[in-house]
């Protein structure tokens, strides 16, 4: 199944991605979510993309890896939007940060971290609302901050959160059963 699903999406987020030849930009890109839908993503902080770490899927659910994207900043403070319509299902503190977790339609999760934010778990959003503030404290970003941005699938896999702009890796997962 997840083969499919994430073969599916990667097919549909990456037709609708800018032309191979313009990196994406902060603007909005309309995904085509089904033949009467679209959803729209953008980048969750202003400016030219800057990825200072890619996603880097672990070879087992519980192995090594990156689940996300670093997105450098110029320093903490810097607001963060959420990247498309949905409703924050999580804001709060996980161990030493503040995480904001979005639940999308089509059963897509993007998550933001670290985070200052003062979002009450099921409040709506669009593409674009402030979600909250970058605090420091990422570690391995060789910018003033960086934002961890990760993009899971509600069964748990994990895609790479670019894909949303027309600019990821794609995988294939095995499926299982």
Not at 69 to 86: N, R, S
Not at 93 to 121: A, K, M, N, Q
Not at 155 to 167: F, K
């Amino acid at each position: 199944m997840r083969t499919v699903v994430t073969a599916a999406l990667s097919a549909v987020l990456l037709a609708a991605g800018p032309p191979a030849s313009a990196p994406p930009t902060p603007e909005t890109v309309v995904v085509a979510g089904s033949p009467t839908t679209a959803e729209r993503f953008r980048l969750p902080l202003d400016g030219p993309p800057r990825v200072s770490r890619r996603f880097d899927p672990p070879s087992l659910p519980w192995g090594r890896g990156h689940r996300g994207v670093d997105l450098q900043a110029v320093g903490p403070g810097v607001t963060v939007y959420a990247a498309g319509a949905g409703t924050v299902s999580h804001a709060g503190r996980i161990v030493d940060r503040g995480v904001v977790s979005i639940s999308h339609p089509g059963g897509f999760r993007t998550t933001y971290e670290p985070l200052d934010t003062g979002l009450p778990v099921g409040a709506t959003v669009v593409a674009g609302t402030p979600i909250g503030v970058l605090a420091d404290g990422h570690r391995g970003c060789p910018a003033g901050a960086c934002l961890h941005w990760g993009l899971r699938q509600h069964d748990g896999g994990y895609l790479d959160p670019l894909l949303l702009l027309g600019d990821g890796r794609t995988r294939l997962l095995p499926t299982h059963g």
